[in-house]
C-alpha cells in the first residue's frame, strides 16, 4: 500500500479544528474535576464515617462505570429531567463526574502520604486544622500528586475520542467525516495519531516541569 499525505492538505484545517475542541474540551473538565477532586479528597479525609462511606461508594460507583455509559446518560438521560444540554456541555459533565473521583483517589493517597508525626507536631503547635491543611498537608501531597495527575490527564485528552459518539466534533469524530472525503483511512488516521502524540507530549511536558519545580520523584508510568 502506497501511502499519499498530499490527501491532508485540503483537509488539515478540518483536522485542526477538530484539534481545537479536543483541548477545549479537555482543558474543561480537567479545570472542573481538580477542584471537585480535591474536595471529594478532603471530605473522606477528614475522619467523618458518615459522609467518608457514602462518598467512597458514589466513588466506586463512578469509576466501576464504563465512561462511555456515562456519556450516554448525560447525553440521553439529562434532558428526560429537563435539562436540555447540547453535546459538548453534556461531554463536559459526564467526563468531569468521571474523573473527579478518580482524581480524588490520587490526591487521597497523596493526602495519606503525608507522615502524621508531621500534622502531630502542628496540632501540638496550636495551628488550626485550616492551616495545617493549606500550609503543611497540601505543599506535601503535591509532589507525589503531579506524576499520576498527569498520566489522569493524558487519560482524559484520549478519553475525548470517545465522545464522537454523542457527536462531539474532536478529532476522532471529524476523522470519521475525512474518511469518506478522502477515502484514505489510514493517513488521516496517522494524522490523527500525530496530534494527539503532540498534546500527550504538552502535558508530559508539564508534568516534567511541575516535578522539577516541586522536586518530585518521577513514577514509571
Excluded: C
Excluded at 488539515?12 to 479536543?22: K, Q
Excluded at 474523573?99 to 495551628?127: I, S, W
Excluded at 474518511?179 to 504538552?202: C, K, N, Q
Amino acid at each position: 500500500m502506497e501511502l499519499d499525505f498530499s490527501i491532508l492538505i485540503p483537509v488539515w484545517p478540518r483536522l485542526l479544528d477538530g484539534a481545537w475542541v479536543t483541548v477545549q474540551l479537555t482543558a474543561a473538565v480537567l479545570a472542573l474535576a481538580t477542584p471537585l477532586a480535591v474536595l471529594v479528597a478532603v471530605l473522606r479525609n477528614i475522619g467523618f464515617p458518615l459522609l467518608a462511606w457514602p462518598l467512597g461508594l458514589v466513588s466506586a460507583a463512578f469509576r466501576g462505570v464504563p465512561p462511555l455509559l456515562i456519556l450516554f446518560i448525560a447525553f440521553f438521560g439529562l434532558p428526560a429531567f429537563g435539562l436540555k444540554v447540547g453535546p459538548f456541555a453534556a461531554a463536559v459533565i459526564a467526563m468531569t463526574a468521571y474523573m473527579a473521583f478518580y482524581f480524588g483517589e490520587v490526591f487521597r493517597g497523596a493526602l495519606l502520604a503525608v507522615p502524621a508525626g508531621t500534622v502531630q507536631a502542628a496540632t501540638a503547635l496550636g495551628l488550626s486544622p485550616l492551616r495545617i491543611f493549606v500550609r503543611i498537608r497540601l505543599p506535601q501531597a503535591v509532589p507525589s500528586a503531579i506524576p499520576p495527575y498527569i498520566s489522569h490527564a493524558t487519560e482524559v485528552l484520549k478519553g475525548t475520542a470517545l465522545t464522537a459518539a454523542i457527536s462531539v466534533p474532536e478529532m476522532s469524530g471529524t476523522a470519521n467525516q475525512l474518511f469518506a472525503v478522502t477515502f484514505r483511512p489510514f493517513e488521516v488516521l496517522l494524522a490523527i495519531a500525530l496530534i494527539y502524540g503532540v498534546l500527550d507530549g504538552i502535558l508530559l511536558t508539564v508534568q516534567h516541569l511541575a516535578e522539577r519545580r516541586f522536586g518530585a520523584k518521577a513514577w514509571a508510568r
